[in-house]
Each structure stands twice: as structure tokens, then as C-alpha cells.
């Protein structure tokens, strides 16, 4: 059992407390509040003048399917064989040993969505997993079916189109390669009670979409793409999370009315292609103030993980408050992946992931000097 101690605990639930105690016991929060008796057998960890927040939530990485300093060898995100590859599981790429998972977890970021690349219309299935290297990616695996990646854009068509001569070299193809594998996907599932049914593991992950089982997580920058994916989304009534989001402050009252979530970034990339020109780092306070709900993204290895407290410092340097920006890489990320009841917060019941700061992790010169993972310190 532990417990840390006077420390400023930024719940993420509704409460600061000065001062404060959590305990932790068998790896999930037993305590937050004051004047809490600490049992005599507790290893007490000192936190005065520090800051306690939630562990932080990449909500859209790469990391582990792409190994870095590896080159080639390491490149595992992309299936570009086939431009429709819904069959594909990133959890079978993961590198548990990758040096960029170990660095995310000295950075205070405990849990990270891991996707498949954009270079496919239809690319695989996402998962989520915690930070700290085991042996094996299962022992480090909070959910499995965590979304399908679709892709809109300029990826797939240079992919494919201009790299293969093959469809998409449109935006029209790449619509209608996403959609045909729906109808596909529907034909599938009223198929199944035949005799001579049979079994598909692409369709299949499909057809959890089509259940609403998982979500459909959908890399577009530009707005008429962003418009685009949510027009298929609903022609096939489908839950949805708008990736990267670029000029989603262009279509905000559509996403705010729709309530469709946005993970934005990365932020601090430059404008590397004719999509990212309008660019702006204003986004995260432009979809707050418009009401749109949002996460905040590193796209590890486009910027590291392992600063993903800055990256939502430097939103506040450009409009968003202080506390939405907390939000946005704890407990709205982990609303948006599904797991609130887990992680993303600080209170009784929930995971022992938690981030012992120097000082506000919204300012540059903090340093992450405790990370907990299900009630371990990795010391």
C-alpha cells in the first residue's frame, strides 16, 4: 500500500486539494482527499510542493509499430500492398522493447492509442496499451478493439495512386473503396446464419464497426474530408473520431452538433504537405471556444510522445485555458477512447496511474519526477 502525501492532486473529477493524500492499494486508488488516516503499514511518499496529476494519455500514437533508429526494419505501420486492409491488428506490430515507449512513460504519458498508418483508405485496427515495457505486448494491453483506421487525403492517394498506379488517385476512389467494404461488411453479417457461411477476419473487423462495437478513427486534415468521413459515417450509422482534425475549426458547429470527438495534432509539426497549410496552433482553443469536444495527439514518431505535456503548454500560449489543456491529455482523452472509468482521473476505483510534477505540468521547465502505472513506480 502507498501512500503519497502533500502534494497539490489535481483530480481531473471536478476538484483541486491543496495539500492532499492519495492512497493507492493492488494497483488502483483507494483515497483522495485531506485529513485521510494513513495506515500504519502504507509506504508514504512525500509529495509536498509537487503537483499530482493523472497519468497523461497519447490518444493517437504510433509508437511501437514504427521502432525507431531502426529504418526500414522497424517500419511495421503501413501495409501498402493493398489499399484496403481492415484484416490488419496493430497489437500483432507492437514492439514492447521500442526505445520510444519507455521514453513516453519518463514523460508522465502512461497510456497510449496505438494506430495503424494513414497510407490505406482502410488500414487495421487500433489499440490501446500502458507505457511501462513488459515482456509482452498482452501485459501491457488495456483494449483491444479500440477502432478502425480509416484515411482520407493526400496519404492514400500518394500511396497508392502515385506510388502504384492503383486505386486511389482520388478522393472520389478513396470514398468509395471505404464504402464499398461497408456494403461488403453488411452483406457479411447477413450472411452469417448460412450454411456455406464463410468466416472473414477483415469483414469481421468491419462488421464490429457496423455492431458499434468499435469506433471508425478517421485521419483527415482538410474540411471537406472531415465532412466526407462523417458522411459516410452516417450513411452507415456508425460511431466516429475525426484524427488530426486540421481545419475542424472550419466545420466546428457540425462536430459540436453531431457531437463527434476531435484528437488534435500534432501541433508542433510544420506544414510538410499542401493539406497542413492552413495549419494553426490556435486549434485547440478554436474547438473549445466553438464547443467541440477534443484530445490531443502527439502522432509519435512525427513528434515524440514523451513531451506531450508541452505540446498542451504551448496550446495555452495560444488561447486554450490552463485546465481544458490538462483535460485534453487526461480525462477528455479518456472519455473519447472509451475508458473514463479507468483512467484519465484521480479518484476511488480507478487505475493507480498518476504523474508526481516538479511544478504545473503546463509549464516547460516541469519534470515529471514520479510516474505510476497500476500502483508501480518502475523504481
Known sequence: MIALTGGKILTMCGKTLDRGTILVRNGKIQAVGKNIDIPAECRVIDAAGKVITPGLIDAHTHLGVYSEGMGWAGEDINERSEPVTPAMDALDAINPAEIGLWEAYRGGVTTVMVAPGSANPIGGQCVIIKTPQKATVEQMLLKRHAGLKIAFGENPKRSHGVNHKKMPVTRMATAALIRETFWQARHYIARQD???????????????VLRREMPLRAHAHRADDI???????????????????TEAYLVADLLAEAKIPVIVGPTLSTRSKVELKDKTMELPALLFNQGVTFAMMSDHPVIPSCFLSVYAGLAVRYGLPKDQALRMITCDAAKILGLADRIGSLAPG?????????????????????VMVDGQTGE
Do not use: C
Not at 468521413?229 to 482534425?245: P, Q, T, V, Y
Open 227 to 245: 465532412v466526407t468521413a462523417i458522411r459516410i459515417a452516417r450513411e452507415f450509422d456508425l460511431d466516429i473520431i475525426i484524427e488530426h482534425g
Open 194 to 208: 448460412e450454411k456455406d457461411f464463410q468466416y472473414n477476419v477483415g469483414l469481421e473487423a468491419v462488421a464490429k
Open 350 to 370: 480507478m487505475d493507480a496511474d498518476l504523474v508526481v510534477w516538479s511544478e504545473d505540468p503546463m509549464l516547460i521547465s516541469a519534470s515529471p519526477e514520479i
